[in-house]
């Protein structure tokens, strides 16, 4: 029987022309309203197996596959929370109906929220979804061209220690922690946030962060100074996994209102929790650490990511300049005083 009732919802039982089974819910507890369902299940899987046509699917059907799929990646949790703002746009909506004009309105929506460069974050999800949908699902024969907006060069912002002190006095107690490791680290706030006692070190100093947790999908490997030592030690015993807790529970988020308002309260403007990387990288560089080991402790995958900071260290690079001063006096021999004109000459 291909409609049957279990307690008082419909369910629908057919097997396709082409041999498939499907066995469904038709969610209602009215027969017209399930029979209409069956009927179009019928006619829609008719035309999929006999005339080749792609399946009606939904956003919400794609972006469930798109998190079940992607599980693996570091940004997951970043994707999935993009998706939720998205919901209010696209759910329902079938994927054929997403055309740039609707995408390009919503990018736009986005934009004005936040930025172009946020709005891009959302866009290059949307294209993903959609060119997976196209390429690898088989839902759609093609998805629409989606067009990002122009970035400024990316920005390095980065605040003193001073300013460091007087956002420690502001942060609740449970952040200044988090804060304190990202900075003596240089660790992405997922790596910090999610870092388990199983990926430490104590007695090596060392802790490590695996590759489907890294943004660059390969390990890292962390050297722990002092400062961070310190932080780890005042964390112990209170979470029997995780690192960094409050009031006994793991912290999922540290870019919280509370953060933003300790900000606000310190006086330090436009800046973000990532920021907290580009100062470790920049403290790094004007104290003298090669650009090429910040590279190694950051996992940043090209050199041209981290010259981004080789302005900050004038002073380190003086040494380097002097190198060849006295190769040059050495080519250089005072002129006779009654020589008029100039003081020097080279020598042949």
């Given amino acids: 029987m291909s409609l ?35 009927d179009k299940l019928r ?81 290059a999800l949307i294209r993903a979804i959609l060119r997976r949908a196209v390429q690898d699902w088989e839902w759609l024969d093609r998805a629409p061209r989606i067009k990002l907006y122009r970035e400024a060069k990316r920005r390095v912002r980065w605040i003193t220690p001073e300013q460091v002190k007087v956002l420690l006095n502001e942060l609740p107690k449970h952040q200044v922690d988090v804060v304190l490791f990202a900075l003596a680290t240089g660790l992405r706030q997922s790596n910090v946030v999610n870092l388990e006692w199983s990926q430490i070190d104590l007695e090596r100093q060392v802790a490590w962060i695996y590759a489907d947790q890294a943004k660059g999908q390969r390990d890292i490997h962390v050297s722990l100074g002092t400062a961070a030592m310190d932080v780890l030690k005042r964390q112990l015993n209170k979470h029997p996994t995780r690192v960094f807790t ?4 793991p912290i999922g988020w540290a870019n919280t209102q509370a953060w933003r308002q300790a900000l606000a309260r310190a006086g330090i403007e436009n800046f973000r929790w990532h920021d907290l990387r580009h100062t470790w990288a920049s403290w790094h560089v004007q104290r003298g650490t090669p650009l090429n080991v910040i590279q190694e402790m950051g996992a940043w995958e090209s050199e041209s990511m981290v010259r981004r900071y080789a302005h900050l260290a004038p002073a380190h690079l003086r040494k380097h300049a002097e190198v060849l001063t006295e190769v040059l006096n050495g080519t250089i021999t005072p002129q006779s005083s009654n020589d008029e004109g100039a003081s020097t000459r080279l020598t042949p």
């Fill in 4 to 38: 049957f009732k279990r307690g008082s919802t419909w369910w629908i039982d057919i097997t396709t022309p082409g041999g498939k089974r499907i066995r469904c819910s038709a969610r209602t507890t009215s027969k017209i309203q399930a029979q209409e369902f069956h």
């Fill in 43 to 123: 006619s829609d899987s008719w035309r999929q197996d006999q005339l080749g046509d792609k399946p009606n699917r939904t956003w919400d059907e794609a972006a469930l596959k798109w998190l079940t799929e992607t599980t693996h990646k570091a940004t997951h949790e970043e994707d999935k929370r993009k998706i939720r703002w998205l919901q209010q746009h696209f759910s329902g909506k079938l994927l054929q109906t997403l055309d740039r004009d609707l995408v390009a309105k919503i990018g736009a929506l986005k934009a004005s929220e936040a930025s172009p460069a946020t709005a891009n974050r959302y866009l």
């Fill in 246 to 249: 409050y009031q006994g529970k």
